[in-house]
Structures are given as C-alpha cells and as structure tokens.
C-alpha cells in the first residue's frame, strides 16, 4: 500500500497505523506480534491469502491472523498481547521482553 509515495508493509501495521499513518511505540508492538508469527510459523506471511487491499479491509475490521495451536502457549499469549485493538493495552516492550527471559 502507498501512503503518498511511502511504500508501507500492510502486513505487519496496526489499525491506527493504516488509518492515520502514525507509528508509536505501541504499534511497533503490534508489528513485533508479527513478527513473532512469522519466527514461529516458521516464514508464513500474515494473512498470506490474502491481497494488500483485502489485509488492509480485513484489518481495519478486525481481524488477526489466526494463530496456529503448535505455537507454545506463552508465545500465543504474548502475541495476542501485542495485538490488542486498542494500542494503549498492548504488551510493552519490556513486558515482552520479561516475558521472552522467563519463556528461555
């Protein structure tokens, strides 16, 4: 998706984000999340089915990648964390990072 002549990875940002194309501490959360996803399901792209347009629909919506029952329960729950919809009740990066010592 292009925000003015900005290519932005749809894939990996956060309602707001898409919306206002402002980025915070609490969206790189999110896109943290993703990247949690991607490292455990070893490469699948979120929402991989799916076009840019139909991510940023999906998104906006709602929607969260579905997350895979092979995943350990601690990362499950990390990563639904950083996804909360509202960005003030995300997962902080040092909440994460405890969280990741205490997983080892």
Do not use: H
């Amino acid at each position: 998706m292009q925000n003015g002549k900005t290519v932005l990875p749809v894939r990996w940002l956060p309602p707001e984000c898409l919306s206002s194309g402002k980025f915070t501490i609490q969206s790189d959360m999110w896109s943290f999340g993703m990247t949690l996803f991607e490292l455990f399901s070893y490469g699948d792209v979120p929402f991989g089915d799916l076009s840019n347009n139909e991510v940023l629909t999906a998104v906006m919506s709602g929607m969260k990648p579905q997350l895979p029952s092979s995943f350990p329960e601690p990362i499950n729950n990390l990563i639904s964390q950083c996804w909360r919809n509202a960005p003030e009740e995300r997962i902080t990066a040092s909440e994460a990072l405890s969280r990741l010592q205490i997983i080892q």
